[in-house]
């Protein structure tokens, strides 16, 4: 399954909204359960990825409420609102309906 | 407090080996997948394998199929990466990450602080 992404980089103001895109070429929404096994990742210059979402829209204990994940099927997004300093990152998409599991190529934000 | 910490890199001529290892605490070890994911200089991030809680099932990229092979000892919550016939475009930060749901197929939830592996004469 082929992960994009886009834009490939994003420059938003702080205290506005971010939205990133990422699309599988695959349907990633399994009909048993109606899950879609995606999750999306903040990474930061020199740290391991961070989980921030999974099951396209479930946000991980921690992460502030200004991230929000939506989608389904081939087709997700990633919101940040009310853009903070600390959010520039780069952030990936993933999939892991089926191995091999796969990633985007990654959107980098920054502050304009 | 889920911790994972790799060890194992390093300098390695092309064709040459080397053996990761990734000490894992703080969760309930032989319950849970565990990946290896790499991210080669300035690139982004590629899932290598993973090995499911038991240790019976693997899945590898088409890339390092057949030259790496993934293990775990869960006597010792440590899980392993063999890489073998090493070439350049292996070089990479290689992530231990833990699944998040048992069971498989599953987000990654932890993940280590990484380890450099660089394929070079």
């Known amino acids: 399954i082929v992960m994009t992404q886009s834009p490939d980089s994003l420059a938003v103001s702080l205290g506005e909204r971010a939205t990133i895109n990422c699309k599988s070429s695959?349907?990633?929404?399994?009909?048993?359960?109606?899950?879609?096994?995606l999750a999306w990742y903040q990474q930061k210059p020199g740290q391991p990825p961070k989980l921030l979402i999974y099951?396209?829209?479930t946000r991980e204990s921690g992460v502030p409420d200004r991230f929000s994940g939506s989608g389904s099927g081939t087709d997700f997004t990633l919101t940040i609102n009310s853009l903070q300093a600390e959010d520039v990152a780069v952030y990936y998409c993933?999939?892991?309906?089926?191995?091999?599991?796969?990633f985007g190529p990654g959107t980098k934000l920054e502050i304009k | 407090e889920v911790h994972l910490v790799e060890s194992g890199g390093g300098l390695v001529q092309p064709g040459g080996s080397l053996r990761l290892s990734c000490a894992a605490s703080?969760?309930?070890?032989?319950?849970?997948?565990m990946n290896w994911v790499r991210q080669a200089p300035g690139k982004g991030l590629e899932w290598v394998s993973v090995?499911?809680?038991?240790?019976?099932?693997?899945f590898y990229a088409d890339s390092v199929k057949s030259r790496f092979t993934i293990s775990r000892d869960n006597s010792k919550n440590t899980v392993y990466l063999q890489m073998n016939s090493l070439r350049a475009e292996d070089t990479a930060v290689y992530y231990c990450?833990?699944?998040?749901?048992?069971?498989?197929?599953?987000?990654?939830?932890?993940w280590g602080q990484g380890t450099l592996v660089t394929v070079s004469s």
């Open positions: 990450a833990k699944d998040q749901a048992r069971g498989g197929n599953s987000n990654f939830d932890s």
């Open positions: 703080g969760f309930t070890f032989g319950s849970f997948g």
């Open positions: 090995v499911s809680g038991s240790g019976v099932t693997t």
């Open positions: 695959l349907n990633v929404l399994h009909s048993s359960n109606n899950k879609n096994y």
């Open positions: 099951w396209a829209s």
């Open positions: 993933h999939q892991y309906y089926d191995t091999p599991y796969t």
